[in-house]
């Protein structure tokens, strides 16, 4: 089926799940530039923090988690 815009559903539901995963990994990775620069420094000058700031890093991973279940939920609207 075509809407309005001239794109099929799967063909929507895919451009969708490309842009989820794209700006979901640009996200993390400049977000974990700015994290792992200030974490470096941090660990540094105080070495007792060097366990909290690994968690600190590891969370924006979550951020392309997510996208990639977005992406894959729209993805499974394709085979629908």
Known sequence: MVDASGLTTGAGAALGAG??????ALAAAWSQGTLG??????????????KNVLIYVAIPETIVLFGFVIAFLLIGAIAE
């Open 37 to 50: 620069s200030t974490a470096l420094g941090v660990a540094a000058e105080r070495p007792e923090f060097e």
């Open 19 to 24: 842009i989820a995963m794209g700006l979901s």
